[in-house]
């Protein structure tokens, strides 16, 4: 099954390699033939794509331990589901999986539009297939994860060799989340590369209007939708396996996710402007092509070694094959920029400069300003030590400080931008909007200071989370007061119908609902606190609201580790509230140890309970204990953010004119009880 | 208007409501957390990446050892700046958690303010320059026999996309 998923590999890198060629001869003939054949051989290279991988599966299915890549990602005692995970678990698989999620997004971009915009299609192709070719020569001739297992043998050739087990999987990966963070993530990196071959295929075909964005929208969302989720799901895994009492620790590795979705999020808001005003048209190109280089640039940084990260891969020589791919990318974009950008230019002017226009410029500003600092305080250890020869480290305390008031900044965007007018906005209109939720927040701000939210940031973000919140509701409420007083449905029955009405508007709203719960959370870490001790059996302490009680200390074993286990009953008010496990695992096969953080989160706040080992002088275990108020916020938030997101691809349900029968009058039935009612009009929907 | 400045009450009795969540009863700083403090402004040495305070590693000999060092530093009334000092001696630049506000690390301190600075320059230059733009629009009645229906057609399509949200 290796030497079959080998083949495969290569064939797919052939079928990539003559869309790329063919599909560059079909746009110069315009021969139906040569486009029809290449873009076949572009849906072959994915299914070739498909084959390999799950030929990888197979073989960590089948505890193949002549493979390399099994031998070092998986063991015989790991369990099935985490054996679907070992596939991304390491540098080599993780590409592999990188080009099927390309390949499943290729694909189904070939298969939709295969009849149509028949002017683009094969622009795209070619672009596709372009970074295809790239992934898979990594797939193929760099880091191929069929590699054999090999010893050298007496006469300096390689002896191949089976292994009786493997090394097991990393104990970080194997936990639930593990399983659905990465997926989601890559599949916001490659989803990205759907609207790059767009823009790019789209500039160099010179292609009329906005079409290809509005090609692209739904595309667009559906990365970002999963790269929030995977964004998330990450901070989530941090929160409950690292155990440090956090979810994001502005790790290089964090960092690198975040970037394309701040690009990524920019674009899905200026792309309004192209839509109704005909304006931003470069900007857009370019945020398109940045988030997709962003997204590159992120893979290099994880798998380059370049910065320092508790999970980037191993440092290897492959960086410099993305570098180079940058390289190329940004030479071809900077060409067909300056080769087409007259076909770029804007049509519409700016009316005044209080309106929903500028609202969005101010919104690219804050979200590219926010990105550009993370990339250079990632970046800044690599500099410094360029400049200086020293290395400077760039933590967690630099990003806070310099991200909290780009955010907040933000924030107040959130609440402004979606209720300022098209064109321009009348002093009227602003007092309308603005003044109750305005209001409200103060007032939020002037009950919370008393009552002890003293923390600058804390408290500004607490206000700004009332004021966005009220001028969303505001929205909602105003929409669905004028659907209620013409179909007199109940509110929330005419809240939904608007929603439906317009789900891009309103799906965008719930989105921006999720972001306010999300900064509720963020807002609560100014006060969290944390406790640690060493605990005797039969031993108490105290945190906050709770009290924690060390019944008992053992060791389990299981299948694949054996953990060391506190017994711990949480009490509250001398009322027990619940029975925690905090657990170190430690996994055998590779020597290497986890936590297994026990966590009882309720909406006010988090008690996160870390067993951190014994004690080097006394054998006493030692509890780390938390108390973390809001987390909850964040994952609720991101829930609905997601939500959000799915609402916005729905298509609008149209009030639309429809057939239906009408009443008689009495007396006509009567007289006429088989006549066919006449169709009249009524407003209805589709 | 009643019933919609009833929903306002609604939510603004929820937002407070909501407050208590975030007041719990804070304890001040302890003079024992001292330590952890000051460790929140170094990296941890072991390699994990991690602020010497969060350094979580069970048994991390390094963290440990760092933070014993601060320690005795406070109990020989050494001040914060000289502890950093021995630490820099000792391990280099790379052993702060945020670059130091001198030297060469200021550019990575002044450089979002400068990003600010510029892209705001930049979208005034922008707005201005969009509102020199001149319209081009079709205007007065003498000009309508000029009008195509296609013109109109598209004239109608964009105040339909201009209006919808």
């Known amino acids: ?686 | 208007m009643i019933k919609g400045r009833g929903i306002f009450l609604t939510i603004l009795l929820c937002a407070a409501g909501s407050l208590p969540l975030l007041v719990s009863p804070l304890p001040a700083q302890q003079p024992s957390d001292r330590a952890h403090q000051i460790g929140g402004k170094f990296m941890c040495m072991c390699g994990c990446n991690q602020v010497l305070s969060q350094c979580n590693h069970v048994g991390c000999t390094v963290s440990t050892a760092m933070l014993k060092e601060v320690d005795q530093g406070l109990a020989r009334g050494d001040s914060e700046d000289t502890i950093t000092q021995a630490f820099v001696q000792e391990f280099g630049t790379k052993v702060y958690a945020e670059p130091p506000h001198s030297g060469f690390s200021l550019v990575a301190w002044s450089m979002p303010a400068v990003y600010l600075a510029v892209g705001l320059v930049l979208v005034l230059f922008v707005i201005s320059r969009w509102r020199k733009r001149p319209v081009h629009a079709v205007s007065g009645a003498a000009n309508n026999s000029g009008i195509s229906p296609e013109m109109l057609e598209r004239a109608r399509l964009r105040a339909a996309r201009e209006t919808q949200d």
């Open chain 1, 1 to 686: 099954m290796d030497v079959f998923g080998s083949f495969a590999l290569l064939l797919a890198f052939v079928c990539a390699a003559y869309a790329f060629v063919g599909g560059i001869a079909a746009i110069r003939t315009r021969h139906p033939l040569l486009v029809k054949s290449t873009r076949q051989a572009g849906l072959a290279t994915c299914g070739l794509i498909f084959l390999a991988t799950f030929s990888l599966e197979y073989l960590f299915f089948s505890d193949n331990f002549s493979v390399a890549y099994v031998v070092a990602h998986s063991n015989r005692s790991l369990s099935p589901f985490y054996k679907v995970a070992a596939l991304w678990s390491g540098q080599e698989g993780s590409l592999l999986f990188w080009s099927f999620l390309l390949a499943v997004y290729v694909f189904s971009a070939l298969l939709a539009y295969r009849n149509k915009n028949g002017e683009l299609m094969p622009y795209v192709g070619v672009v596709l297939a372009g970074v295809q070719i790239f992934f898979l020569t990594l797939n193929n001739f760099v880091a191929s994860p069929f590699k054999a297992l090999g010893v050298a043998g007496a006469n300096g050739a390689m002896d191949l060799v089976a292994r009786g087990d493997g090394n097991g999987l990393n104990p970080l990966l194997q936990y639930p989340e593990m399983v659905i963070h990465p997926p989601n993530l890559y599949s916001g990196y490659t989803g990205f590369t759907i609207p790059f071959a767009f823009a790019l295929g789209a500039l160099l075909a010179r292609y009329p209007g906005e079409k290809w964005i509005h090609l692209t929208r739904k595309w667009t969302m559906i990365a970002w939708g999963f790269q929030t989720a995977g964004i998330l799901l990450g901070a989530h895994w941090a929160y409950a396996v690292l155990g440090w009492g956090g979810y994001w620790a502005w790790d290089p590795v964090e960092n690198a996710s975040l970037l394309p979705w701040l690009t990524g999020t920019a674009f899905l808001h200026s792309v309004m402007m192209q839509e109704k005003r005909g304006m931003m048209k470069v900007w857009n190109v370019w945020l398109v092509f940045c988030t997709f280089l962003l997204c590159i640039l992120g893979t290099f940084l994880t798998r380059s070694g370049v910065v320092s990260s508790v999970h980037a891969f191993a440092s290897s020589n492959i960086g410099n094959w993305f570098v180079g791919f940058i390289a190329i990318i940004l030479l071809v974009c900077l060409t067909a920029y300056f080769k087409n950008r007259d076909y770029l230019k804007s049509e519409n002017q700016l009316d005044s400069i209080v309106s929903r226009e500028s609202s969005f410029l101010f919104n690219n500003l804050i979200l590219l300003v926010s990105c550009i600092a993370v990339l250079s305080g990632t970046l800044f250890p690599v500099f410094s030590e360029w400049f200086t020869g020293d290395r400077i480290s760039v933590g967690t305390p630099f990003f806070n400080k310099v991200n909290i008031p780009i955010g907040l900044l933000l924030l107040f965007l959130t609440g402004v931008g979606p209720l300022l007018a098209w064109r321009k906005t009348s002093l009227d209109s602003l007092k309308r909007n603005f003044g109750w939720p305005l209001l409200m927040g103060l007032i939020a701000g002037v009950i919370a200071f008393p009552l002890g939210v003293r923390e600058f940031y804390s408290l500004i973000c607490f206000i700004l989370c009332v004021f966005v919140a009220a001028t969303i509701t505001m929205e909602f409420y105003r929409g669905a007061k004028v659907i209620r007083a013409r179909s007199g449905a109940s509110f929330l029955a005419s809240a939904v119908d608007l929603t439906m009405r317009n789900t891009r508007r309103y799906g965008g709203y719930i989105v921006h609902m999720g972001m306010v719960l999300i900064f509720i959370g963020i807002a609560g870490t100014a006060f969290n606190r944390d406790v640690q001790k060493e605990m005797q059996i039969g031993s108490s302490m105290q945190i906050g609201p709770y009290s924690l009680l060390l019944q008992n200390f053992d060791t389990k074993q299981e299948k694949n580790y054996t953990a060391e286990r506190m017994i711990i009953e949480v009490t509250r008010n001398n009322k027990p509230v619940m029975m925690l496990y905090p657990e170190r695992r430690i996994f055998p096969a590779n020597q290497a140890s986890g936590t297994m953080v026990a966590i009882y989160s309720t909406l006010k706040q988090d008690l996160y309970v870390v067993y951190a080992g014994q004690s080097p002088d006394t054998q006493t275990p030692v509890i780390h204990v938390y108390l973390n108020p809001l987390v909850k916020c964040i994952w609720f938030g991101g829930v609905v953010v997601v939500l959000g997101t799915l609402v916005a691809l729905l298509p609008n349900r149209r009030a639309v004119l429809v057939l239906s029968a009408v009443q008689e009058p009495t007396r006509v039935k009567s007289l006429a009880g088989t006549l066919t009612p006449s169709p009249t009009l009524r407003e209805g929907h589709d």
